[in-house]
């Protein structure tokens, strides 16, 4: 597939490690756990949102836009990589943060807050739970183009057919280190939230014909919600990319036991993954997205899902400033006698 039609911007000057977990993968007793260090990539620090964004920033410079803005949680990764990509590009850059828990945004707080400031975004607009957000972004650009600048809106979490484009270079590029590595995989698993990286992977893979099964990870919703929203992002980007195929119901999977008791509360499940990693690789997790995502791999494993002597992909999608937010609640569960 020839992604090279559509502009993009290129802040990771190499491919992402595709690295083995034999320490990880010993403690779990199988399967053979494989990472993709998608928390490797460009943008102070990366993730996934890299990615989307260095196909939504190549269009958003196509079209002479002179402003970013977008939307997400108090700790929203993808403010933070929009803001950083906004920088480099000399764009001006402006949230609307939805405070999907109520009174939980603080303009003093560390992490992405943090960053927010640092990296000097250009305003930031706190609105309630429920907020219907691809309004709230409209009402920034009018105030932007009533100063005359150029506004681009990038819907949340870059999850759209542009944003998708981002996995499906992931795709290609696992591909070509899978023929590098001589490895077989059975299964892919990667969290699934606002869908891009899910979908995403979905079309690329469908898309160079690379026939193994994705499991998406819940992040705040159950299957019956997640599972019809990572269709329509997979069907989006097929479509943009001229395929002309149907994305296939079955070909979209995802399990919904992680995530609660909310998007972005802790769980047990998501310290003992946060912490295992941390001590059996020395590679970090995050607590909203990742280190659930990591919970559900080991649930899986442990219910007998994959085969033992299987050789299985986690992706890691970056988000390591909010656990600097989360400290005592992952420290806190280490009280136990076993530790
Ligand atoms: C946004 C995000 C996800 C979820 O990806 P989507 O494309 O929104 O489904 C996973 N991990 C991290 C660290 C993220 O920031």
Redesign the pocket.
């Known amino acids: 597939m020839d992604l090279s039609r559509f502009p993009r911007r290129r802040y990771t000057p190499h491919a992402t490690p595709l690295e083995f977990l034999p320490r990880f993968s010993e403690a779990l007793g199988g399967p053979r756990v494989w990472i993709k260090r998608d928390d490797m990539l460009g943008l102070t620090p990366g993730?996934?949102?890299t990615r989307?964004l260095e196909f939504l920033v190549g269009d958003a410079l196509a079209v002479g836009a002179d402003t970013l803005i977008t939307c997400g949680a108090p700790q929203s990764?993808?403010c933070r990589i929009t803001l950083a990509a906004a920088v480099k590009e000399g764009l001006r850059c402006h949230f609307v943060i939805e405070e999907r828990i109520p009174g939980s945004y603080r303009a003093s707080a560390g992490g992405n807050n943090f960053l927010f400031r640092l990296l000097g975004v250009d305003s930031i607009s706190v609105v309630p739970a429920g907020t219907n957000m691809a309004e709230a972004m409209q009402a920034v650009a009018a105030r932007v183009r009533a100063e005359e600048g150029r506004p681009y809106i990038i819907p949340g979490?870059g999850?759209n057919a542009i944003g998708g484009l981002g996995y499906v270079a992931c795709a290609q590029e696992l591909q070509q280190q899978f023929f590098e590595q001589g490895i077989r995989f059975g299964h892919v698993v990667v969290?699934?939230?606002?869908?891009?990286?899910?979908g995403g992977l979905l079309a690329g893979f469908l898309g160079n014909h690379i026939d193994i099964p994705i499991v998406g990870i819940g992040?705040s919703r159950d299957p019956a919600e997640q599972d019809p929203l990572v269709h329509q992002e997979a069907q989006a980007v097929a479509d943009l990319l001229g395929l002309g195929i149907g994305i296939p119901r079955s070909a979209v999977l995802s399990f919904g036991n992680w995530w609660r008791p909310k998007y972005s509360l802790p769980n047990a499940a998501m310290v003992e993954a946060v912490q295992l990693l941390a001590r059996t690789e020395a590679i970090l997790l995050?607590p909203?997205?990742?280190g659930k995502?990591m919970a559900g791999l080991i649930g899986l494993a442990r219910e007998g899902y994959f085969r033992r002597d299987e050789d299985i992909l986690f992706v890691h999608?970056?988000?390591a400033p909010a656990l600097h937010v989360y400290e005592s609640e992952i420290l806190d569960e280490t009280r136990g006698p076993s530790l």
């Open positions: 993730g996934n949102k989307k990764n993808h979490g999850s969290g699934s939230g606002s869908s891009g990286t899910h992040v995050d909203v997205y990742t995502v999608t970056g988000g």
